[in-house]
């Protein structure tokens, strides 16, 4: 099993920056394929970002390209992502996921395990 626990979200301005963290529980971790999905009101959940098992292969969704970075440190068991010139359009739920098995890293079907989620809430 699996545990993932977000933190780090709040409130920011636009232009400002938040990090995100992922706390995994489980040995595997490692061998995860991690990633960053958000949700808005009334809005379908959403990729942001997505991490290989290396921590080598980074992918964003096209909205955050530039903004955001994704990354991992295996040896704390812990997904970061870095936001920065934060939009408003950027607030949302943000979930972290983790799948065991090779996956469409974009595909929130493809993830077997999420977080309870973090806000972030961006004021214009």
């Known amino acids: 099993q699996v545990q993932l626990v977000e933190s780090g979200g709040g409130l920011v301005q636009a232009g400002g920056s938040l990090r995100l963290s992922c706390a995994a529980s489980?040995?595997?971790?490692?061998?995860?394929?991690m990633a960053w999905f958000r949700q808005a009101p009334g809005k379908e959940r959403e990729f942001v970002a997505a991490?290989?098992?290396?921590?080598?292969?980074?992918n964003y969704a096209d909205s955050v390209k530039g903004r955001f970075t994704i990354s991992r440190d295996n040896a704390k068991n812990t997904v970061y992502l870095q936001m920065n010139s934060l939009k408003p359009e950027d607030t949302a739920v943000y979930y972290c996921?983790?799948?065991?098995?090779?996956?469409?890293?974009?595909?929130?079907?493809?993830?077997?395990?999420w977080g309870q989620g973090t806000q972030v809430t961006v004021s214009s």
């Open positions: 991490i290989n098992r290396s921590g080598l292969i980074k």
């Open positions: 489980g040995r595997t971790f490692s061998s995860q394929l």
């Open positions: 996921a983790a799948s065991l098995r090779p996956a469409i890293y974009y595909n929130l079907n493809e993830y077997g395990y």
